[in-house]
């Protein structure tokens, strides 16, 4: 039997380019989060593959990943985004906040693959375009391309020190791009921690899933707020997620190898 389909609704962040040198992407969108489960799952999203593990309010403080930017197939208007990130679902907790970081990559029928580094905030409460200095998400000043190897570690509140920390590394170039800001409105509620690969949203619909064949995610880790050093994913509770459109499989997701790999499978746009 097919796992209980669950809408994930959350706003996150993907582009639309203006004319010149830099551009300017994100627009919003909310999706409906599944309801989680206690123990490790399988639960389908309507725009999430990847893993989400579960805890308390506070609990997680950090969280760490690397991937492979994906060389997209040339079909204009197609895109996904991989992003770690602490908090957000309000299934878990409320009120609920989200901080996440990744790298965002569509493909243009001018430029063809453009990829951009951000990171992004928001809560139950506050307008996310409002809350944060620029906006509620940002782009980062780094430069990235297909191929490339990406660490990606976002932190909330580690050792309480209240503030929200966004740190993505290209390992090719051996670039960094680092965000760091103090807001008590905008630590995340910590209650859960994600490694995503998605299929981002504009208007209230979702934009096609970029075709990008395989994205594996290794080194998945958080840390907690009694715990310095970073556990792998699967030694807390967590659900594995697949996505889907309906009936139609989109993307699905491997188990966890070594409880801290895994990869996410291409089906269909």
């Given at each position: ?111 063809g693959q453009v990829n951009v580094v951000w990171w992004y905030t ?148």
């Open positions: 039997m097919p796992p209980l389909l669950h809408n994930i609704c959350r706003r996150f962040l993907l582009f639309i380019v203006p004319l010149s040198i830099l551009f300017s992407m994100i627009y919003a969108q909310f999706v409906l989060w599944p309801v989680l489960a206690i123990h490790a799952a399988s639960i389908t999203s309507s725009n999430w593959a990847g893993y989400e593990a579960q805890g308390h309010r506070g609990m997680y403080r950090a969280v760490n990943m690397f991937f492979t930017v994906p060389h997209l197939s040339p079909r204009a208007g197609t895109s996904v985004e991989i992003w770690d990130g602490l908090g957000g679902n309000p299934n878990h907790t409320s009120p609920f906040e989200l901080v996440q970081a990744g790298i965002g990559s569509f493909w243009d029928s001018t430029r928001i809560d139950a409460f506050v307008d996310s375009d409002a809350g944060t200095p620029k906006g509620g998400e940002q782009v980062m000043n780094l430069q990235v391309k297909a191929g490339d190897q990406i660490q990606v570690f976002v932190s909330s509140n580690d050792n309480n020190d209240g503030k929200d920390l966004f740190v993505i590394k290209d390992l090719t170039t051996h670039q960094t791009a680092t965000q760091s800001f103090a807001d008590p409105h905008k630590l995340s509620d910590s209650a859960t921690v994600e490694c995503i690969v998605e299929s981002p949203g504009s208007g209230g619909g979702f934009i096609p899933l970029a075709k990008f064949g395989i994205i594996t995610l290794t080194s998945c880790a958080a840390s907690t707020n009694n715990q310095s050093k970073r556990a792998p994913i699967g030694n807390f509770p967590n659900d594995k997620i697949d996505m889907a459109n309906g009936s139609t499989t989109l993307a699905t997701t491997s188990p966890l190898k070594n409880k801290t790999n895994f990869s996410v499978i291409w089906h269909h746009s």
